[in-house]
């Protein structure tokens, strides 16, 4: 596990608590498998930009603001 995919899974974990949603419930907003959202978030696994958009649209955030709250991350590491 990278330590990018580590800080990407915390801060979509984060951003999908915040917004109200379980791994189930965005899983079926965005199209993405549920257990796929699981490896994501245990930086298991990296996800394609367009299932990062799939995600982004879902929760109702700009790419942007992921990328922002990424950075944010990985610079408190």
């Known amino acids: 596990m990278t330590n990018e995919r580590k800080a990407l899974g915390n801060v979509l974990r984060l951003i999908r608590k915040e917004r109200g949603f ?3 419930s965005l899983a079926y907003e965005s199209g993405v498998d549920r257990s796929f959202i699981s490896l994501i978030e245990l930086g298991e696994s990296s996800p394609s930009f367009d299932t990062l958009c799939a995600l982004c649209k ?20």
């Open 22 to 24: 379980t791994q189930e």
């Open 58 to 77: 879902a929760l109702d955030i700009k790419f942007s603001y992921l990328a922002a709250k990424l950075d944010e991350e990985m610079l408190q590491e």
